[in-house]
């Protein structure tokens, strides 16, 4: 069936548009790098950012629209040079319905470290579910960099992985989840670096980052109220 636009294709190209500035408000990218996808919910579509285009000059209207084989449905600029490594997780991972990639600075010191955060704060377990992980070196403009994604979060209770001297990939239902991963990955590593400024951090014992992790996840923030019998 030939390729339409639809009213969900253009929502979602506003909604991963305007994301890009959330990195940018946050400090996680500086000039063209970094990017957000989304996957239109119910379909093998991904809208993503062109490659190389400045935040400051993004529309809509520029964002590229993606089957899962990274060919190029809409769109007059080539996606995102990490486009195969997002469509590589869209593929084998359904449930995900965003991807970001960032170089943030704090979380890429990891990476350069080869390094897994470790986790030594409540923050981490009600977010990742325990350390954010590391994931393989793989040169880009492969597959290998997607499939080390899946690789290292598939069973994994982290939304975020940091690639080893690379960067951060997130992922979430949606893309705005994929991009609050992303700035918690970010806000986390630069506190645990500070803590082992002063001295080696302590880690939360395994049964209390579960129970913080169900509790967040359950239990925290605005709850449906209960139906009426």
Not at 9 to 35: D, F, I, P, Q, Y
Request: proline share 8%.
């Amino acid at each position: 069936m030939p390729y339409r636009s639809t009213a969900a294709v253009l929502e979602m190209k506003e909604r991963v548009c305007a994301l890009h500035a959330e990195l940018l408000r946050w400090g996680l990218v500086t000039w063209t790098s970094g990017n957000v996808s989304g996957r239109v919910p119910g379909t093998d579509l991904i809208v993503i950012k062109p490659s190389g285009v400045s935040y400051d000059d993004l529309t809509p209207e520029l964002m590229v629209v993606t089957d899962l084989e990274g060919k190029v449905l809409e769109g007059d600029l080539a996606p995102s040079s990490d486009a195969e490594s997002h469509n590589e997780v869209y593929q084998r991972m359904p449930e995900v319905g965003g991807v970001v990639h960032t170089h943030s600075p704090y979380a890429t010191a990891w990476a350069a470290r080869a390094e897994p955060i470790p986790c030594v704060l409540t923050a981490m377990a009600d977010e990742f579910g325990g350390e954010i992980p590391l994931g393989p070196f793989a040169l880009i403009g492969s597959d290998a960099i997607g499939k080390g994604i899946v690789e290292t979060l598939r069973g994994h209770r982290s939304p975020a992985v940091i690639m080893q001297n690379h960067g951060v990939f997130t992922i979430g239902k949606d893309p705005k989840a994929a991009v609050k991963a992303a700035v918690m990955a970010e806000d986390v590593a630069r506190t645990v670096h500070i803590s082992r400024q002063l001295g080696e951090p302590v880690p939360i014992p395994q049964a209390d980052i579960d129970r913080l992790y169900d509790r967040y996840q359950n239990v925290y923030g605005q709850q449906p109220a209960p139906k009426e019998q």
